[in-house]
């Protein structure tokens, strides 16, 4: 059958099971357009293309499988760099398929040209620029190939136009035939390292396992929980694992890191082991690595090889799928002695584990002694924490969350309860402002079926606010709130803490633009808020509003931070709980 490398491209995508494209039209990938025509892909319109990879990350990120986007070449290609960034650093399955220039122009600076291979050659996993229309089908499988094994992350596919106009005869390669000499992703662990990891399990007195994004992203929510309640183990849950484990279960410590609780954080510096399954040693959440828990052996598993000692040397150092690892930890653990609902056999090397109990009992006072705080008044400042928690409360426990960057972000994670996985949708490695809206519309493609919210701030929101006509045209009734406080907030916080209050460009205003009328002007409905009393009926109203998209301006205390905090390069044990008395307004 003979097909044109445009054609073949569109039914490479239909063997891939992709249904939906993001993406946003122009010269170079013109001929690509005209088959989606005949496809049976649904193609969502984006306003920047920026849009359509952060689309295409939201929608990813909850249902696991790849994100595609499209866009045409140079300046189209370019304001897709940012989201392949932010895919890149969270690992995040994305196919990117750009418009290229004539080959024959290539090099020329032809009109709308760039060299997006070597743009993009940094924050991809791989990518590709196809010379032959007969490589789109083998390029295009291997492009979700690598997306989506091992460590997920972005791919990019360059095609020039002359080849998308070329004709080829079409084929669909197996895996066998695709061409990727030296990637060979591993999976299972090493037995003996396994062994040696749950016998530093059953030697521990002050454990905790630091779950990241790789639990998500191997799927492993219940093995982890598995491990936690048979080993009796708390956890920590990253910003990008937020929902890996119930926050509502009773070994969740909630979130560590700059802006994580204080249990969450002390317990990582007071333990003798710490379980890093899926995690990276973010700069966040382990503050001055020198000081970063002094006291404890580390055993760190983690489908990319490099990762493993980067930052911190490991005790034991396991490369492997997180889920077929904890499942292997958990089968030695059984032949060590320890047994479902955590049993111990009788003379055998788990007899002799430690009691864990005092330590959880410690972790219990300090919960006690220091739970996130904040005071809302009848007629005091509208506090951006009572805005979440009563957004919480009226919207069903599987909503899923949006969030763009910055103190919203944080309130955000802080204090939502996340109890199932897949819903926390936001930007941590790379901290991009402007990525709630698109990424909730992805979202909302993805699981149409669940209630979506995005917590934005009047900055983020700014952004790529454009969106949301995409949102209303094509149908897709996602809800905002704005967390308005009139400032760049995080920026505006560091600077009234380290910089003197020397507040250097932050100010937003809270009327300009005015947000309703913006709504409005997009299709969506606008509601505005200015007092607590007025939080829960406007949440009330958007949440019975499905056939468009709802905006809500909450006008929240600009004077609000986000504590607890580590401030940058110091060591989690400097951690500020809360204000000092009168600070902020409070």
Known sequence: MQLTGAQALIKSLEMEQVDVVFGLPGGAILPVYDPLLDSSIRHILVRHEQGAGHAAEGYAQVTGRPGVAMVTSGPGATNIVTPLLDAMMDSIPLVVVTGQVPSTAIGTDAFQECAITGVTMGITKHNWLVTEAADIPRVVAEAFYVASTGRPGPVLVDVPKDVANATMEWYWPSVGDLDLPGY??????????????????????????????????????????????????????????????????????????????????????????????????????????????PDAKILHVDIDPAELGKVRRADVAIAGDCKVVIEELLSALAELGLGDQGQVAAASPAAGRPDV???????????????????????????????????????????????????????????????????????????????????????????????????????????????????????????????????????????????????????????????????????????????????????????????????????????EKVYPMVPAGASNDDIIVGPTEGEGGR
């Open 357 to 559: 109990e005092p330590w959880r009992a410690q972790l219990r006072r300090w919960q006690e002694q220091y739970p996130l705080t904040y005071q809302q008044t009848d007629d005091g400042p509208l506090k951006p924490q009572f805005v979440i928690e009563t957004l919480r409360d009226m919207t069903p426990d599987d909503t899923v969350v949006a969030s763009g960057v910055g103190q919203h972000q944080m309130w955000a994670s802080q204090y939502w309860r996340f109890d199932h996985p897949y819903t926390w949708v936001n930007s941590g490695g790379a901290g991009t402002m402007g990525f709630a809206v698109p990424a909730a519309i992805g979202a909302k493609v993805g699981r149409p079926e669940k209630m979506v919210w995005a917590v934005d701030g009047d900055g983020c929101f700014q952004m790529t606010a454009q969106e949301l006509v995409t949102a209303t045209a094509e149908r897709i009734p996602v809800k905002i709130a704005i967390l308005n406080n009139a400032y760049l907030g995080m920026v505006r916080q560091w600077q009234e803490l380290f910089y003197e209050e020397r507040y250097s460009e932050v100010y937003l205003s809270p009327d300009l633009p005015d947000y309703v009328k913006w709504a409005e002007a997009m299709g969506c409905v606008g509601l505005r808020v200015e007092s607590a009393a007025e939080v829960a009926p406007a949440i009330d109203k958007a949440n019975a509003v499905d056939d468009r998209p709802v905006v809500i301006d909450f006008r929240t205390d600009a004077f």
């Open 184 to 293: 060979h992703p591993p999976a299972a662990g090493d037995p003996a390292l396994v062994r040696r990891a749950a016998e530093l399990v059953l030697g521990a007195k002050r454990p905790v396992i630091y779950a990241g994004g790789g639990i998500l992203k191997a799927r492993a929510a219940d093995a982890l929980r598995t491990l936690a309640e048979r080993a009796g183990i708390p956890v920590v849950t990253t910003l990008m694992a937020r929902g890996a484990f119930p926050d509502s279960h009773p070994l969740c410590l909630g979130m560590p890191g700059m802006h994580g609780n204080y249990t969450a954080v002390t317990a990582m510096q007071r333990a003798d082991l710490l379980l890093a399954l899926g995690s990276r040693f973010d700069d966040r959440v382990t503050g001055k690595i020198s000081a970063f828990a």
